[in-house]
């Protein structure tokens, strides 16, 4: 039987193994496929915990429905990947919006 810690970092690799699949895959990638990919990596977030990925992932699948451009798909995919890191659990505010600071700040904004 695995131990919580064992489960959180097997949870973890499953995300960031999906996120750099989707990455690799994004220049070959149709829409449907990148809103898929988006939605499993959101969905395995949101029920194990990882809030910061969860909301990442939310404001990426709008950024794609707006249009969004490959090079600010990739930059949510990075900042997703490094959130996958952070506590898990609920998030205040404030650091929710931390790391949607993070994906501006990366893109320049």
Same mark, same amino acid.
């Given at each position: 039987m695995q131990t919580q810690t064992e489960q959180y970092q097997d949870i973890r690799d499953r995300i960031t193994g999906q996120i750099g699949a989707l990455a690799e895959a994004l220049p070959h990638c149709a829409l449907a496929q990148l809103v898929q990919g988006i939605d499993d990596i959101r969905c395995l977030a949101r029920d194990n915990g990882f809030v910061a990925v969860e909301t990442l992932a &939310?404001?990426?699948?709008? $950024?794609?429905? *707006?249009?969004?451009?490959? /090079?600010?798909?990739?930059?949510? +995919?990075?900042?997703? &990947?490094?959130?996958?890191? $952070?506590?898990? *659990?609920?998030?205040?505010? /404030?650091?929710?919006?931390?790391? +949607?600071?993070?994906?501006?700040v990366r893109l320049g904004h």
């Amino acid at each position: 039987m695995q131990t919580q810690t064992e489960q959180y970092q097997d949870i973890r690799d499953r995300i960031t193994g999906q996120i750099g699949a989707l990455a690799e895959a994004l220049p070959h990638c149709a829409l449907a496929q990148l809103v898929q990919g988006i939605d499993d990596i959101r969905c395995l977030a949101r029920d194990n915990g990882f809030v910061a990925v969860e909301t990442l992932a &939310s404001h990426l699948e709008s $950024a794609v429905a *707006g249009g969004g451009y490959r /090079a600010a798909i990739l930059t949510y +995919l990075d900042a997703m &990947s490094d959130a996958a890191g $952070a506590p898990r *659990g609920a998030l205040p505010t /404030a650091m929710q919006e931390a790391w +949607l600071a993070s994906v501006a700040v990366r893109l320049g904004h």
